[in-house]
Structure formats: C-alpha cells, structure tokens
C-alpha cells in the first residue's frame, strides 16, 4: 500500500458512464482507456457524433503513458483519430483484431504513419508507469474483445470491459474464469463492471443462440437472403458465412464498412470463408435469387446506409424485390426505433419479408444480463463496486444487484461522466466533478458548436426563421414596405395576406421613425411588433432577423 | 345480399393503419369511426399533432350519418374538435365515460354547444342509414372501451375497437364473449382486428397483474410516492386509490388533464374515491412524505408535463427529493424512448428512487397479444379478415397469425391508410389509394404546414442558416463587405475568421457587378459562391438566403 491516492475518471461522452473513455492516475502519469464516439441524442440537431471531452487534460498530455482500447467497437474506438492527434506521443495498445479495425479508421483519415500501435495477446501483460495491466479474454459480440486487471501501487483494479459470459462463444474462446479466480486470490480494491443490461432479469443466451433460426431461414428462403448488421460483428459474419456454406449460397457484401472490416479480419485470420464464396454485388444480382446471400450495413435506420437506401429504392445496385428474406440481425440503439420502424415498413411495402426481433429470434444481446453480473461480483469479490457503462438508471440497478450480493452501499459508488472516483490507503472516496462535458463533431467541425448554436437550431426546427428587410430614405423614413423572408414558417406562396399582414405590422411600428433614430432601435421595435403579431395569428415562434438595409 | 357494394376506407393518420378514424360506405351513406390524432415522428420539426386526412369527403358531408368514437384515448378522440367543425351535422355516438372525455375537449374548444352527442349504451345498438351498429363490451386500459357489429346489406362487419381478453378487469366488467359467439352464429363477413401487439407472443397479463407491485411499493416507501401515467388511464387511477386506501395515504393529482378527467370521472361513477382521501397538491406538499401520494402526467418525456418539469426542478409545487419514490406506470410510445430514459435518468439525479419496466411490473398493456388476437379469429370465423390499429409490420404479423389459423391469404387484407377494401356479393377486393395523407397541426394552424415546409426546417435543424446582405451603391457596384448574419451555423462572437472569409467570397464573386446586373442574378451568384465556400471550409450546407438591399 501506498499513501499516494489512485484517481479514476469516467470521461466526458454522452449518458453511458466510463464507455467512451475512463482515465486512471497515480503520481500524475495517467493510463486512458478506450476512445469512442457517442451518436448524438436525437435532440442534438445536425450532430455527426459526440466525443468525450478530454480538455481537462490539456496539460498533462505527455504524462498519457498509454491509451488501452479494449475492443474495437465504435463507441470504444470512434474517436480514436482526434486522439492520436490530441496525444501524439502515447503509445496505444490493443489485441490484434482490435488493431485491425483501429488501423482501418486510421488508415482512412490519414494518420496512421504517426500512430504508435502495439499489438498486445488477449492475454498478454504490460507495464505503463506505475500500472501493471493484465489482459484476459471476455465474450462479446466481437473477438478479441479483453478485461483489464490493473496492479497499481493502491491496489488491484479489475475493469471487465463489454463482456458477456457466452459457454458457446462463436470463435470457441470463452470468458478467461481462471483469471478472474486468481485476481480474486490476490485481492481486488475494486470492481468496475459493464452495466448495460443491468435492467434484465436472467442470462443473456449465447451467440450461438440465433444459429437454428438462421438455418430455419436459410432452408426456406425461395428467394435471396440479406442480413443487415453492424459492420463490426465479426462473428455474425462468421454465422452467415456458415449457413451460406450448408445451403450452397454464395455470399456478397454491401456497404463500405463491412467491405473493408471483412477483408481485414479475413486476412488477419479471424475469418473462415470458403474460397470462392464472396462474390462482388453486381454479380450477386445477376445470380438466382436462391442461390446468393447478402450482408449490409443499416441496422439503426440510418438514411444513408445500405439498408435505408434499399428501404426508398435508392441503391445503386440493390433492388427489393417480393421474395427477399431481409433480416434484421441487430439490436436497436435506444432513440432509433422510430427510424428502424420506419425502414421495417418500407420493406414490407415494397414486397419482402422481414424478420426481426421479436418476431424471430435473429439477434442477442453482446452484454451481460442480471445472472452473469452476479456470477462475475461473486468471482472478484472486490471490496469496492463501480458500475461503468450505462445511463445512470442502468448503474442504479447494477448497484442494487451488488447490495443484494452483500456488497455495502458506501463500497459501491455510483456517479457520472466526470466524477473522480479516489483510492488511497484502502479507502475509496468520490471527488468534486471536473467541469466539461462532451464535444461536438458537425461536419468537418470539432467543438466549434456550443448548445447556443444547438439551441438556435431547436428553434429554428420548431419554427423556422422570418427575415425583414428594412430600407430607409433620406430622411431616414421607411422607404417602403418592409420586406419580408421566410423559411420553415409557412409556405409563403399560400400565406400571401399572412406576409401582408406582417409587413404591415412592421411598418405600423415604424411609422414615426426619423434619421435620428438609431439602427438597433429600429431592429429591436420590429423584431418585437413582428414576434407579437405573429404568435397572435400563428401561435408560433419563429427566430426573427431584422435587417436595416 | 345486395350487389351494391360495401366500401371500406381507414383514413389519413400516421402509420397505423385505420386507428385514429375509418370509414364505411354504403349507397352514398357513410358511416365514420373514431376522431384521433397521432403524436408526429420525431423528424415532423415543429408539428404539435397530426390528423387523419379526410379531405376526400369534402363533397360527401352531409352524407355522414353517424360518427362514432369507440372508447376515450387520445388516439380515437383527439381530433373531434376538427371533426365537429367540418361535419356539424353528423351525430356522435359515444359510451358514457367516452362522452364524458369527449365533452372535456369539446368544452375547451368552446364547441360543446354545436355537438350533437348521443350516449350509448355498452351494449346498446343503433340504426343510422343502412347500417344497425351493435356496441359490444371489450376490455381495455380504459373502461366502456366498445367493439361494434355493423349489420350492413352486404353483410356483417366486426370490429374488435381497441381491446384485450382482460378476465379479471378492475370495472369487474369482462369482454363481451356471449355477443362474439352470436355473431359468429349469424355468419360473419368481415373481421377488422386491434393489431398493436401482434409482434408479441403470448397473452397479455390482466391490468390486476400490476396490483402486487403496487402493494409492494406503497407498503415499503418511505417518503412520497408519485406515480406518472396517462391521464386517460381511469383503471390506473381507481388501483393507486384502492392501494392508497389500504396503506391510509392521501392522494393529490398533478397535470390539469389529470384533475378534469380524474373530477369528470368521479362524478360520472367510474371513479370510487373514498371522502377525504383527494387533497390539494399544495395541501400535499406540507404534509409528511409517508402519508401521501401523487398521481402526475408526463410518461412520454414531454418537457411541458408535470414529470418533465420535475425532472428538470421546474415544477412550481412538486421538488423531488431523496426518499421519492416515482413510478413510471405506461409504455413508452414508440420514438418517446429517448426523452423518457432521459427523465428517469434525471430524476435518480435527484435522488428519488424510480421505478419502471422492466426494473419493476408496474404497468401492462392494454392490447391483446397473439393468443389473444387468435382467440378472437377463432371466435369469430370470418370469410374475410382485415389486421388494422398497428403499422405495416404489425398488420403483416397479425395476418401471419390468419393464415396459421386456416383463413387463406386471398382472404386476408394487409392494406394501408387511404386503401379502400371493397365488398360485393360476398367477395372483397382492393380498390387502388385515395390520395390524401395526413394533416399537420402547428400552432394554431391546421393543414397550412406541408412537406417543403418540413424539409425547410430539415435543413435549418441540421445546420441553419445564413443570410448575407449585399449593399450597392450609385453604380450598383458594392458599396461595402457584405454583412454575414447567421443562427444554428457556427458561434458567431468565435468564428470571426470564417464570417470574415465568408463576406470576402461573396465580394469576389460579386466584384464586376455594375448597375445593369440584375438583382436575382446577384443573388445567384452570391449563393453559390457562399455554399460552395462553406461547404469547403465546413463540410455543413446551412440554408443561404442572398438579401439585395
């Protein structure tokens, strides 16, 4: 034991605590974890993603000994590019499928060459500063996905990452038990565990599950199959390719990323595709409907992926037609029912059948359920419990699963992005929260947009904008009627008395204006006539731009 | 038999199909169901609710004999204030306690007066034109919840309404299966079925099977307890009193929709409140925590509601405080996810313990679930059978159920809003779509906002906008920069380099104008120039509007 304090960090990022990105300090050398981006809340108007805000570290950012990324899904490793840029000098280290897929991205946007990546085994061990960290294997719903045993000089810190704990896992590695056994054997200060599925009762089945209605799909399907899931499930793509090789199908891939994440994973091994199996899209669709598969991206409704674009018959290549087996091979990411509803329609509109859970059971969950969280805070026994990666109401519940299993309330603790959590002699106490939050990305923009600018979107959505232009004369008299623009309000061209109106109303309250009235005077008596006028008629509150030309 | 034919049309709305108003038709004598609105999709900007189109029988008015409303949700009674505005001679039929919610809004409109209302009996039966409407006793989250038998010359129609197999319903008041049977004696033509839940299989639990949890809540919390739901849930609401009696709390309402419709249903007997045990929410507030209970609105996230306000400490009575307990009791509608995960979340910040699905049982749904809806078919043996009440998806489940219960697929209509099924000489066929879609409300504007509008505030919710105002001078050449305003783009007080660049661009692409370049070609150009220069320097594409002064 040391009387230094160890401080941990759940860093910025959207709702789930800890997912994005968590810090630990000692000594003022600092070990990151993970670097993912959030989407945006639907109320985050023309968001592209959300960053954790990492800014207070703006100083200490050659103290970053490492950056560990445990998995390669997006919201571990999204942001992973800004990173490289804001902290040229850390080394980053992750398993090797999970640096396959951190190299595609880095690839991409051009900074791979200035990246410091090392290749690190599932259970492989290094030492960064005063941090010892051990990997061990977990389940998910990707391979090479690890936990973190962390030996500092406090004490032990066992993070389990995303886990589940899947017998039957797709690629044959289980959960690594004996690691988890013998970290409990040497004595663990604190547990930091996946709170996700925190609200569910039960053990989530294994991958494997999903195998038999596959099959069942594959056997009756008259026409092609087409599978949408997410890019990264690599071992989904292992499934489809194995029923395809039973039912004679050969295989095509649609979408950019899954193109690139399959090629990669191929080559790196993670793979098994019989040769000759893939096929280019456009052969796909030369071929009989019954002897072809398809594997997509689009899966949370998103307008502009391949399933969205199939969805209004806007692919380039792919056609729904009557026939088509579509299957919705993932879960929706909370705030984008609507738009996966929506898609799910439109392909029954145009024909095809569509499964999806729960009216088949074609996607389970890569987390772990009420059971196994048990399960894993009986084999730590840890003297403290932080549950991380969850909204808040997720972490209440996973609290309360550690208190049934004898875990006191003032050994769990239970707090939000920014909120350091302090070890020292033993003891943990929380700390006062790190202002910061969360950074914007809008197009090629980083950070540039605030919740002012958020907040102005907000109302021009609701409402639109009007403009009046406003001309003078000589004698700084209204030289005419106002003019007046708008957009997003009504349709001008079936709201011509309406505009009259408002015009009018504009100039009534500038009738006795003169030269000497100032400008901003003149801008604000017509902002404030026109916003009057127009709740009265409208009941609506458009933003208002009065322009003294 | 007759050989005239029987039209049927569901009407306008949203997605689900036939929910919120239907039609049938007879020799020119039409017959309408159900005056709902819809809550817009979260892409609707600024729509306050939509309504179902029925501009198509704008040259049939006089021609409705009847209107009748089928139990008292907001999906079934939220648009009759239009309704009665545009047919103000067609008589409505409602049951009781549907009367009694209907009169609330009509009051409030101030039309009261000019409707002509009927009270129907649950088991009552009218004769309106050519059809003999039989009102059947269904079980719902509501009571006096009806399904209607229509006698017509083609033949015999049923109509499940809103409904699940409750067999243990708080009224005490079970479905009516005697009169199901009957029909089924007398031959049925037609079944038109609730589809909401045909995704799920299983039965649904009866409203009692959330009575335990309550009992277990209100006997364990040590504070208050504020329980959210519909305020149009009067079954709910008789449970937390009956729950309330036998723990000696008292009981305040929150939510002004909540307090008339609790104060129309007492009054009219639906409610059983003990004397004494409603108290003011002021009263409520001064009394110990233990002692009282609060029945509020606002499970759908809506900032406005009595719960949003709480969560966010800006209710003016209501803080929430350690020692709370809140249950969320109603499903979330599907889109709401993300703004009701967002309250819970808020409200744990405040230290209130929160309760809800699946955490807790404290709400079941008010729609039969598979077993259910096959039960009905069987019931019933209709020639035809038409799936309505649910999107696409759902319709399509509903009749994957018909067909595994034996009635062919040319038997079973999967049609959409605004596609009439047709029936003559016992034989039904598809006629092709009416156009018409649905009618957005906005403010107090009704069927003034359409789709350019809606995409208009797409744009502006997603980047915003920029106005450039362009001075000329004698010559009509610039008589200075061109002055950038923009809202929803970037933070202007931090972006002075790029406004700066912006007004720049414009000035050299409007370098060489004279005073013969006309206005609309200045601001072509300006337009462009600026578009194209933002969008290279942000990747963002705001709307641009070029004012000529």
């Known amino acids: 034991m040391s009387s230094k304090p160890l401080k941990w960090v759940p860093i910025g990022g959207l709702g789930e605590v800890g997912k994005n990105m968590m810090m630990f300090e000692y000594d003022e050398e600092i070990l990151l974890i993970d670097a993912g981006i959030m989407f945006p809340e639907s109320d985050m108007h023309g968001i592209d993603a959300v960053i954790p805000d990492y800014g207070f570290l703006k100083n200490k950012r050659d103290r ?44 991409d946007a051009r900074v791979l060459d200035r990246s410091k990546i090392h290749t690190i085994a599932t259970d492989g061990e290094i030492e960064v500063g005063p941090f010892r960290v051990e990997f061990f294997r ?27 704990f899947d017998h039957t896992p797709v690629d044959g590695k289980p959960s690594n038990f004996a690691k988890l056994a013998e970290f409990a054997g040497r004595g663990v200060l ?51 390719v194995n029923v395809c090789d039973v039912y004679g199908r050969k295989l095509a891939l649609a979408g950019t990323s ?59 290549v792919i056609s729904v037609m009557p026939g088509d087996t579509i299957v919705m091979s993932a879960h929706p990411i909370p705030g984008n029912e609507e738009y996966i509803h929506r898609i799910i329609n439109r392909l029954f509109q145009r024909g095809a059948e569509v499964l999806y859970d729960p009216v088949a ?11 196994e ?29 550690a208190h049934e299993l004898g875990i006191p309330r003032d050994r769990t603790f239970v707090v939000e992005n920014g909120t350091p ?32 600018v958020i907040r102005d979107r907000e109302v021009l959505a609701r409402d639109g904008f009007v403009t009046v232009v406003i001309r003078r004369d000589r004698d700084g008299r209204l030289a005419e009627k106002p003019e007046i623009i708008t957009r997003g309000f009504v349709y001008m061209k079936d709201s011509e008395p309406l505009l009259q109106a408002m015009s009018q109303a504009v100039a009534d309250a500038l009738k006795d204006i003169t030269d000497k ?29 009065a322009i003294v030309a």
């Open 64 to 107: 970053v000994r490492a950056i560990i990324i445990t998995h390669g899904h997006e919201d571990h490793t999204g942001a992973i590019t800004h990173v490289v840029r804001d902290f040229p000098n850390a080394p980053i280290y992750a398993t090797p499928l999970t640096r396959g897929l951190l190299e595609v991205k880095l690839k």
């Open 138 to 164: 977990m389940c998910h719903s990707i391979p090479d996905n690890v936990g973190l045993g962390i030996t500092t000089p406090a004490g032990l810190i066992v993070h389990s990452g995303d886990f589940k």
């Open 190 to 240: 604190a547990l930091f565990a996946d709170s996700t599925n925190a609200e569910i009762a039960g053990t989530t089945p294994s991958e494997r599950a999903i195998e038999p209605t596959f099959e069942h799909i594959f056997r009756d399907a008259e026409g092609r199959v087409i599978v949408a899931t997410f890019a990264s499930l690599v071992s989904r793509v292992q499934q489809v």
């Open 258 to 316: 899954m193109v690139e994440n399959v090629k990669m994973a191929q080559k790196m091994g993670y793979l098994d595709i019989p040769d000759g199996m893939l096929v280019r899209l456009e052969e796909a669709n030369k071929m009989k409907p019954d002897s072809v598969a398809i594997m997509a991206t689009g899966t949370q409704g998103e307008p502009s992926a391949v399933l969205g674009r199939m969805a209004v018959g806007k692919h380039p």
């Open 361 to 371: 059971k074609v996607h389970v969950s890569g987390h772990a359920s009420q059971e």
């Open 373 to 401: 969280q048990k399960l894993l805070m009986s084999l730590i026994r840890p003297k403290y419990f932080i549950p991380i990666h969850g909204e808040l109401r997720m972490l209440k519940a996973h609290a309360r699963l």
């Open 421 to 452: 959590v302090e070890f020292v002699d033993g003891q943990a106490r929380q700390l006062d929260r790190i202002p910061g939050g969360y950074v914007f990305v809008d197009g090629s923009g980083v950070g540039d947009i605030g919740k002012a």
């Open 517 to 545: 009235t100032d400008e901003s005077a003149i801008r604000e008596r017509a902002t404030e006539a026109l916003s009057k006028m127009i709740y009265n008629e409208t009941k609506r509150r458009p933003m208002i731009v």
